[in-house]
């Protein structure tokens, strides 16, 4: 065990001052009866940042950690590969949801971007609960489904309902791609509890809005309209998630990674686009860096304590830090 200080601690907030635990796989703030601390970090530590929206069947994950990201939700893919990456070496950790839950013949399946076997077509309730099923059973940490009236056809009401109910029954949670007018509402209307995108298909209600606030979490995702070069779907989504986010609605960093020329690491544009959308430094820390059961995780989002104030672009600058070599870091 390896208990060292830092100058300042990001744990669900600003914690100032503090004393980390460390035994090499994962860690925590310092107990009464730990050893006492060996050495200081300097600078400023969060738990390892989240991208919470990946492809990794489209980039080359190992140079993820690299670039500051410690932990990946991966957004369907093939089963015969995406058991494979959870633990594997080289990958930051990885939760992964197996294939797209989609309507016969609806999306991805006709995307181009997705192979044979990323998407699981459901022909009808009966047919829900084997669907969720074999996602778990292959190592999904959540079940995703396709609902993108625009690509094609989408889950009945009825069929959409019966997925989120094995879902739940089986203690994970459902992630939609909700596109097309309405599948904003379809999704939070069926207990979905994740949107894999801020919805751009249409402005959103503000009572919408704040109803979804209590219990759907939205994974950001708006630099992938234009890369930088912005139009009229990021000005949607950014005016849907702006309100969202007034409204007390929870959102996670995402960058649908393998969408475009998007960086592999921290994406200082997304980040920025969040800024702009009214999230200030601790929601932007809450969206990227979302503190785990055990707390803050083997690997530590680090930045050198330089004077500059909290922002964005400050948050972007951070390096990980593998804990199994904490004693490297210490001064």
Same mark, same amino acid.
């Given at each position: 065990?390896?208990?060292?200080?830092?100058? =300042?601690?990001?744990?669900?907030?600003?914690?100032?001052?503090?004393?980390?635990?460390?035994?090499?796989?994962?860690?925590?703030?310092?107990?009464?009866?730990?050893?006492?601390? =060996?050495?200081?970090?300097? !600078?400023t530590v969060f738990p390892g940042f989240r991208d919470s929206h990946v492809h990794l069947g489209l980039i080359d994950g190992t140079?993820?950690?690299?670039? $500051? #990201?410690?932990?990946?939700?991966?957004?369907?893919?093939?089963?015969?590969?995406?058991? !494979?990456?959870?633990?594997?070496?080289?990958?930051?950790?990885?939760?992964?949801?197996?294939?797209?839950?989609?309507?016969? $013949?609806? +999306?991805?399946?006709?995307?181009?971007?997705? /192979?044979?076997?990323?998407?699981? =077509?459901?022909?009808?309730?009966?047919?829900?609960?084997?669907?969720?099923?074999? @996602?778990?059973?292959?190592?999904?940490?959540?079940?995703?489904?396709?609902?993108?009236?625009d690509a094609g056809p989408v889950l009945s009401d009825d069929t959409l309902n019966a997925v989120v109910a094995r879902a739940h029954?089986?203690?994970?949670?459902?992630?939609?791609?909700? @596109?097309?007018?309405? @599948?904003?509402?379809?999704?939070?209307?069926?207990?979905?509890?994740?949107?894999?995108?801020? /919805?751009?298909?249409?402005?959103?209600?503000? =009572?919408?809005?704040?109803?979804?606030?209590?219990?759907?979490?939205?994974?950001?995702?708006?630099? #992938?309209? !234009?890369?930088?070069? +912005?139009?009229?779907?990021?000005?949607?989504?950014?005016?849907?998630?702006?309100?969202?986010?007034?409204?007390?609605?929870?959102?996670?960093?995402?960058?649908?990674?393998?969408?475009? /020329?998007?960086?592999?690491?921290?994406?200082?544009?997304?980040?920025?686009?969040?800024?702009?959308?009214?999230?200030?430094?601790?929601?932007?820390?809450?969206? #990227?860096?979302?503190?785990?059961?055990?707390?803050?995780?083997?690997?530590?989002?680090?930045?050198?304590?330089?004077?500059?104030?909290?922002?964005?672009?400050?948050?972007?600058?951070?390096?990980? #830090?593998?804990? @199994?070599?904490?004693?490297?870091?210490?001064?």
């Open positions: 065990m390896t208990v060292f200080t830092v100058d =300042e601690l990001w744990l669900d907030g600003w914690r100032g001052r503090a004393a980390v635990a460390s035994d090499g796989s994962s860690c925590r703030l310092a107990r009464p009866g730990d050893p006492h601390p =060996e050495g200081h970090l300097e !600078g140079r993820l950690m690299a670039g $500051g #990201i410690a932990a990946v939700d991966d957004f369907g893919w093939s089963l015969d590969v995406a058991r !494979g990456w959870p633990g594997a070496a080289g990958l930051p950790i990885v939760t992964m949801a197996g294939q797209l839950l989609t309507a016969p $013949g609806g +999306y991805p399946t006709a995307s181009g971007w997705a /192979p044979p076997g990323a998407a699981l =077509e459901i022909d009808g309730p009966d047919a829900a609960a084997a669907a969720v099923d074999a @996602q778990l059973e292959a190592g999904a940490g959540f079940i995703k489904v396709a609902l993108n009236s029954e089986r203690r994970v949670i459902v992630a939609a791609h909700a @596109q097309g007018v309405g @599948q904003a509402q379809r999704a939070f209307g069926s207990g979905v509890d994740r949107l894999a995108h801020t /919805p751009w298909s249409e402005r959103l209600s503000d =009572e919408l809005l704040s109803a979804m606030s209590h219990s759907t979490t939205w994974v950001s995702t708006l630099d #992938i309209h !234009g890369w930088g070069d +912005y139009g009229d779907d990021f000005a949607t989504a950014s005016d849907n998630l702006r309100r969202f986010h007034a409204a007390g609605g929870r959102i996670r960093y995402g960058t649908d990674l393998g969408n475009g /020329p998007l960086p592999l690491g921290v994406n200082k544009r997304e980040l920025l686009s969040l800024e702009r959308a009214g999230l200030d430094p601790d929601a932007l820390a809450a969206a #990227i860096a979302p503190a785990g059961a055990s707390g803050l995780g083997r690997y530590l989002s680090h930045i050198p304590p330089d004077g500059r104030e909290r922002s964005a672009t400050w948050i972007s600058s951070a390096r990980l #830090i593998d804990t @199994q070599h904490i004693k490297e870091h210490l001064t």
